[in-house]
């Protein structure tokens, strides 16, 4: 019998050596499944179910743990630490991690996982055989996501990116008891800001693909966002004097974003809103409570303070 790291296997337990605990049969060699590596009581003779690893010297060794994942699995594990050189250490249910390394993380830096995040592994051997992670992608995922159901458009919902990129951004939607989840992509104008890798976000579905899988977007659907967005703008107006603001249909784009953080576009639109409901006026660069222009001169007074 040839052991190999990252596999389940069923030895039987040759004999007691202390302090070190037990040696089992591994056929052309024996492994030590340490005291600290028992689930429970065990004697020489019977057959246990073991996992195999290499432990701290590079010695194939067993334990009775169950991991998370086994050699060739895939998982989302935990990210337990960072390492700025080596990588990610991630938890695997055995009281020691694997090592996600750093060439398997994206180029930018804020995009690498952070302490706490989880990430879609499967567990390989390195070269010289030993254990390590690899980001799972849509080959290992896809066995394991499901169709999204027609029932989820429009609807808000948990996501974990898998896959960070410029031009959008890849996730697996949760998708409770059933799997994985459903696979997603969010696109770099649905976002609200570049997401790491690991990270949870809660994302709308905005389209339900014909292959089952679903395109999202971080904001609320136009109706909705513009309401609040209206909203926001009239309570800003309500607390500046005179009810007045030095901003309208004809500031810029980047001076809207700074100050109200949406889009010139969604500015607009709520503005449109405030003035239909006869909310709000505007008079050249300026945007007014309706019945405030009477105050216009203080109010711009005031407003350039």
Request: proline share 5%; net charge neutral; with cysteine.
């Amino acid at each position: 019998m040839s052991l190999i790291a990252g596999t389940m296997v069923e030895l039987e337990v040759s004999r007691e050596v202390s302090p070190y605990g037990y040696f089992l049969n591994g056929g052309d060699r024996d492994v030590l499944l340490h005291y600290s590596e028992l689930t429970r009581e065990i004697q020489p003779g019977e057959r246990v179910d073991v996992f195999i690893f290499f432990d701290t010297e590079d010695r194939l060794a067993a334990t009775m743990k169950k991991p998370y994942l086994t050699l060739g699995e895939t998982a989302q594990l935990l990210v337990a630490d960072v390492h700025p050189r080596l990588g990610c250490f991630l938890e695997m249910g055995l009281g020691r991690q694997l090592l996600l390394p750093i060439r398997e993380l994206p180029e930018m830096k804020e995009l690498h996982p952070q302490v706490g995040d989880y990430v879609y592994v499967m567990m390989e051997h390195d070269k010289q055989g030993r254990l390590r992670a690899k980001l799972a992608g849509e080959k290992e995922l896809a066995p394991l996501a499901f169709d999204a159901p027609q029932s989820w458009l429009n609807q808000w919902f948990t996501a974990r990116v898998y896959k960070p990129l410029q031009m959008g951004t890849f996730v697996i939607v949760d998708g409770g008891v059933l799997g994985f989840g459903a696979i997603g992509m969010i696109h770099s104008s649905e976002r609200t800001r570049l997401l790491r890798l690991g990270e949870e976000v809660r994302v709308r579905v905005s389209h339900i693909r014909e292959d089952g899988r679903v395109n999202l977007s971080m904001v609320p659907r136009k109706e909705v966002g513009r309401t609040d967005d209206a909203d926001r703008l009239l309570a800003f107006l309500k607390e500046r004097p005179g009810g007045a603001m030095p901003y309208s249909d004809a500031t810029p784009p980047e001076i809207i974003k700074q100050r109200f953080g949406i889009s010139k576009s969604a500015f607009k639109r709520a503005l449109g809103k405030l003035m239909k409901d006869g909310l709000v006026t505007q008079k050249e660069s300026w945007t007014y409570l309706a019945g405030n222009q009477g105050t216009a001169d203080s109010s711009q007074e005031e407003g350039k303070k």
